[in-house]
C-alpha cells in the first residue's frame, strides 16, 4: 500500500512536467530568456452538398418531390408544351443547390426506362418529352452564386442510365458553391392513350440525381 502511494505522488509531483509541449530551463545572474513552441493546424474534411428539390442546408433530407403534368383534354399531343405542377418552387420547379470543397464537381441524373404507364403494350413517354429550362432563384442564398446551372441531359435509352454528358461545376479556389433552379415542362408531342405515366419507381418515375467530386 505505501508503495502504490510513493508512486502516485511521484506522479503527481511530475505532472506538470510531463504536460509540457516544449520546455527551456535557463538560469544565470544576468538577463535571462526561456522560450517554447506550438505547432498548430486546422484540419478541414471534404465535404459535398447536393439538393434537388427539397432539402436543408448542409444537412440530409428525404423528402422527394414530385413534378406533374396534367394534359388538357383538347390538347393531347399537339405539341403545345404542358407546364409542370409541383417541386419545392412550385409550378413544376425545384431548387438546386452544389457545395463542395475537393475541387470540381461533376453532376449527372440516372432513369431506368422511358416513363410507363404499367400496361402492357402501351406507349411511354420517352425522357426527351420532358424540357428542362434552367434559371436563378428568385432568392439567392449568401455565399452561393445564383445562377442557371445546366441540367445534365437525360438518357433516352430503353434501358435508360446515367447521363451522357455531365454537368461540370468548376471549383474556384478549391470551392464550388452554385445555386440555381430547373422549371420541368412535358413537351406533348405524342397521343397516348389515357394513363399515368410514370409516377412510381415501378414505372421509371424516378429520376436520381449524382453529384461527384475528387
Known amino acids: 500500500m505505501k508503495k502504490l502511494l510513493l508512486i502516485a505522488a511521484i506522479a503527481s509531483s511530475m505532472a506538470p512536467f510531463a504536460a509540457q509541449a516544449e520546455s527551456t530551463f535557463v538560469t544565470n545572474t544576468g538577463t535571462q530568456s526561456a522560450s517554447a513552441r506550438l505547432d498548430f493546424r486546422v484540419v478541414v474534411p471534404k465535404v459535398l452538398f447536393l439538393q434537388v428539390g ?3 442546408n448542409f444537412t440530409n433530407n428525404t423528402t422527394v418531390n414530385r413534378v ?3 394534359v388538357p383534354a383538347g390538347a393531347i399531343g399537339n405539341g403545345t408544351a404542358v407546364a409542370g405542377t409541383g417541386g419545392d418552387l412550385a409550378s413544376g420547379a425545384v431548387t438546386v443547390r452544389v457545395l463542395g470543397n ?5 453532376l449527372t441524373n440516372a432513369t431506368t426506362g422511358p416513363l410507363s404507364s404499367g400496361v402492357a403494350g402501351d406507349p411511354t413517354v420517352p425522357w426527351s418529352d420532358i424540357v428542362v ?5 428568385a432568392t439567392g442564398t449568401a455565399g452561393f452564386s445564383n445562377a442557371a446551372i445546366a441540367h445534365p441531359p437525360f438518357n433516352v435509352a430503353a434501358a435508360g442510365g446515367t447521363s451522357a454528358t455531365a454537368t461540370t461545376l468548376t471549383a474556384s479556389a478549391g470551392l464550388v458553391r452554385r445555386e440555381g433552379s430547373w422549371t420541368f415542362a412535358y413537351a406533348n408531342t405524342a397521343t397516348l392513350p389515357a394513363g399515368t405515366y410514370g409516377d412510381t419507381i415501378g414505372n421509371n418515375g424516378r429520376v ?7
Open 133 to 137: 429550362t434552367p434559371g436563378a432563384l
Open 68 to 70: 406533374e403534368f396534367n
Open 208 to 214: 436520381t440525381y449524382t453529384a461527384t467530386a475528387p
Open 102 to 106: 475537393s475541387g470540381t464537381v461533376s
Open 54 to 56: 427539397t432539402g436543408t
